[in-house]
C-alpha cells in the first residue's frame, strides 16, 4: 500500500509526460509507463503499486471473482492501460479512482450474467489470466475515459448507457455501446 503523498509523487511524475507523448509512444516503451493505481471495489480502497509482488497480490484479490470467490492474475497490459488513462488524466488535474465493478469472472459466473459475451475477456484463460474490467469514476464521465482508452488502441472498449465502461486487452482493436 502507497502513502498519499507518495502516490501523488509518482502520478506526478507520469504524468508530466503523459500529456507530451502519444499512446503509441507511450506504450512501445513500457518504462515510460507508471506502475500504480488507485483503485476501489466496494469498501476496499488502495492505491498501490502493482510492480511489487504485495500490490499485484492484493490486485489480484480486488479483482477477483467476487460470486465464486476465486483469484486470478490481471493482465499486466490492462493495468498498464489504466495507469496510463490515469496518469494523462493527473496531467489536466483530472485525480481519478477506478471503482471496479467486475474484475475476472469464471466462466459460470460469466453465463449468469445477461447479455455478456460468451468469449469475454472477463473469463481467464488456461493460466487464470483475465484481460477485461468493468469500471466507472469519480471525476470524468465514462464517455470520456472510453474514448481515452480507444486513443490508446489496446483492446475493447465498451460504453455502457448505466454510466460504465469495459476495458479489455484481447487481440481485437474494437468498441461497443450497450445498455
Ligand atoms: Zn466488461
Known amino acids: 500500500m502507497m502513502l498519499r503523498r507518495d502516490f501523488l509523487k509518482v502520478v506526478s511524475m507520469g504524468a508530466a509526460m503523459a500529456p507530451l507523448l502519444t499512446p503509441q509512444q507511450v506504450?512501445?516503451?513500457?518504462?515510460l509507463l507508471p506502475t500504480i493505481l488507485w483503485i476501489r471495489r466496494g469498501a476496499d480502497e488502495v492505491r498501490l503499486d502493482y510492480s511489487t509482488t504485495?500490490?499485484?497480490?492484493?490486485?489480484?484479490w480486488l479483482l477477483r471473482d467476487v460470486h465464486k470467490n476465486v483469484t486470478g492474475f490481471p493482465d499486466w497490459r490492462l493495468l498498464q492501460l489504466l495507469s496510463w488513462m490515469q496518469a494523462w488524466l493527473a496531467g489536466y488535474d483530472r485525480h481519478i479512482r477506478y471503482d471496479a465493478l467486475s474484475g475476472m469472472r469464471l466462466r459460470s459466473t460469466n453465463m449468469a450474467i445477461e447479455g455478456a459475451a460468451l468469449n469475454s475477456k472477463h473469463i481467464p484463460d488456461k493460466d487464470m489470466v483475465f484481460r477485461a474490467i468493468d469500471t466507472r469514476n469519480?471525476?470524468?464521465?465514462?464517455e470520456y475515459l472510453g474514448r481515452l482508452a480507444w486513443m490508446a488502441q489496446q483492446g475493447g472498449v465498451g460504453f455502457y448507457v448505466r454510466d460504465f465502461s469495459h476495458f479489455d486487452t484481447g487481440p481485437r482493436i474494437a468498441s461497443w455501446r450497450a445498455k
Open 54 to 60: 504485495a500490490g499485484y497480490k492484493h490486485l489480484c
Open 138 to 142: 469519480n471525476v470524468v464521465s465514462s
Open 27 to 31: 506504450f512501445g516503451q513500457s518504462q
